[in-house]
T-cell receptor, first 112, second 115 residues
Framework: QKEVEQNSGPLSVPEGAIASLNCTYS??????FFWYRQYSGKSPELIMS????GDKEDGRFTAQLNKASQYVSLLIRDSQPSDSATYLC????????????FGTGTRLQVTL | GAGVSQTPSNKVTEKGKYVELRCDPI?????LYWYRQSLGQGPEFLIY????????DSGLPNDRFFAVRPEGSVSTLKIQRTERGDSAVYLC?????????????FGPGTRLTVL
């Protein structure tokens, strides 16, 4: 079982729709959760962090965390073509000195 | 302010050669991380520095890989006797402090190609 799992996609949504990206993790002791956006040929860019159960909103982005289900998600409202990228889920496991463990990413395509 | 910078942006070398990759973190960030990303994969942790010392080097694949951060700022990742399997994008990240609640910010990466 991979430590962090994501559906590789591509996830295709029309412009203006809500994109829902999902991530599960295996270590119940994981304490911090991050979403990074990565455009092709570029490095990861941090877009959201979440540390406690519930929702965290920042502009068009909402991160949701459910530690009981070991599940974290990212919602993108009013999706734009510029949101087309790979979205990487990353966790910090307890006792791992803050190193990030990444999933393989979900490729999002926002169509016109 | 300036973000994390990495040099060179691209490095092509021959199998068996030695390479050095440089990372300049965000000013004032005490924690520095190296990751490696292969095509279609998420970044994989290599090593983490808190200040000048390597706090966790558990991700270094073998003893051909070594990293230093002598003055607690700039870091250099050194790879000896490069192999074709070392080809990847090497990413550096920094954060203000260590610990699980600190966000890491990535540099643009160095694309290493070993022929």
């Amino acid at each position: 079982q991979k430590e962090v799992e994501q559906n590789s996609g591509p996830l295709s949504v029309p412009e203006g729709a809500i994109a829902s990206l999902n991530c599960t993790y295996s270590d119940r002791g994981s304490q911090s959760f991050f979403w990074y956006r990565q455009y092709s040929g570029k490095s990861p860019e941090l877009i959201m962090s979440i540390y406690s159960n519930g929702d965290k909103e920042d502009g068009r982005f909402t991160a949701q965390l459910n530690k009981a289900s070991q599940y974290v998600s990212l919602l993108i409202r009013d999706s734009q073509p510029s949101d087309s990228a790979t979205y990487l889920c990353a966790v910090i496991r307890a006792g791992t000195a803050s190193k990030l463990t990444f999933g393989t990413g979900t490729r999002l395509q926002v169509t016109l | 302010g300036a973000g994390v910078s990495q040099t060179p942006s691209n490095k092509v070398t021959e199998k068996g050669k030695y390479v050095e990759l440089r990372c300049d973190p965000i000013s004032g960030h005490t924690a520095l991380y190296w990751y490696r990303q292969s095509l279609g994969q998420g970044p994989e942790f290599l090593i983490y520095f808190q200040g000048t010392g390597a706090a966790d080097d558990s991700g270094l694949p073998n003893d051909r890989f070594f990293a230093v951060r002598p003055e607690g700022s700039v870091s250099t990742l050194k790879i000896q006797r490069t192999e074709r399997g070392d080809s990847a994008v090497y990413l550096c990240a920094s954060s203000p402090l260590a610990g699980g609640y600190n966000e890491q910010f990535f540099g643009p990466g160095t694309r290493l190609t070993v022929l």
